[in-house]
């Protein structure tokens, strides 16, 4: 019998959704990938709710039902799936979009906030759906993020091999996969965010195909040098960011010391910075690294990749499709991966990614 689940996922890359339906009767089975792209005024949308602004509690829950229409679309694409009976889908697991992210501050407890309207979204597909994964982490301690360590564990480890899974979205994440079973994931800092940003102020384009302009420009050394000296690089495991910290006005603060640089060479410098960051944190918590399986966006860009495999002689730096899963698939399959933990009442030990106190269910439950 087939052991159905969807999971859709939005990153902190702010350009979509990606959903997958994926069966795990046997092992992890991604039968369809979907995805859509954010309407330009969502995006802008969220875009400014990651900073404060007029009248956030009423502009945040619109965005939140907006997003939905978004996760409703791809799910509708997924359940069209030839042979497949909504009847056989047990839950979406609906991961919601990231604006602000602040465990352990303020109060010692923090909160991350993930758009969503998980009801809605029940009432719109008829499915069961499992949302607000993060918050029960936080509850108990821990950073909320990152999550799928778990996932790649059950999906990528080899035993008595040292592998790396690092997911470069927005943000980048490292987990690292021991031979002795223990498993450790936080985040390195920036991703593809900065890069697609300062890529569309200049070229008009919502991304860096390949890392053409990128491999075409010269890294500025003064300017890498003073990114690469953020207190976050230095702080150990567990700990996550996201565009609180590694946004626009960080980047640009730096950028105003190097006002006659041209826009190629910063963005050399900008996919040097994360593909320094990434490999300096392979370096430091994964020592004898074998294997390192990128996905997320990142790992379509080429030049990056280049760049992490010459970061990483003594490593094979590979795309996910070539260990079964294709990058832009990853993380959704991930997230119905936890939806179907949660609905199982499966608790997840995350201390060593996390921080979190112990064991925990992870997820709110929103029934079909």
Known sequence: MPDLFIGLMSGTSMDGVDGVLADFSSGVSVLRHASAPFPDDLRAELMALNTSGPDELHRGWLAGNALMRVYA????????????????????????????????????????????????????????????????????GGQGAPLAPAFHQAVFSRPGETTGVLNIGGISNLTVLRPDGEVQGFDCGPGNALMDAWTGQHTGKPYDDDGLWAAGGTVL???????LSEPYFALKPPKSTGRDLFNQPWFLAHLSKFAAAQPRDV????????????????????????????????????????RLQALLLDTQVLSSAEAGLPPLQVEAAAFAWLARKCLRGEKLDLQSTTGARGARVLGGIYPA
């Open 221 to 227: 050394p003064d300017l890498l040098a003073a990114m």
């Open 267 to 306: 963005q050399a410098t900008l996919a040097e910075l994360t593909a320094r960051a990434c490999a300096g944190d392979a370096h430091t918590h994964a020592p004898g690294l074998r294997r390192l399986i990128v996905c997320g966006g990142g790992a379509l860009n080429g030049h990056l990749m280049r």
């Open 73 to 140: 679309d791809v799910t509708r694409a997924l359940l069209a799936t030839p042979g497949i009976d909504i009847r056989q889908v047990h839950a979406i697991g609906a991961h919601g979009q990231t604006v602000r992210h602040r465990p352990r501050q303020y109060d010692g407890t923090g909160y991350t906030i993930q758009l969503a309207q998980p009801a809605l979204l029940a009432e719109w597909t008829g499915l069961t759906v499992v949302a607000d994964f993060r918050s029960r982490d936080v509850a108990a």
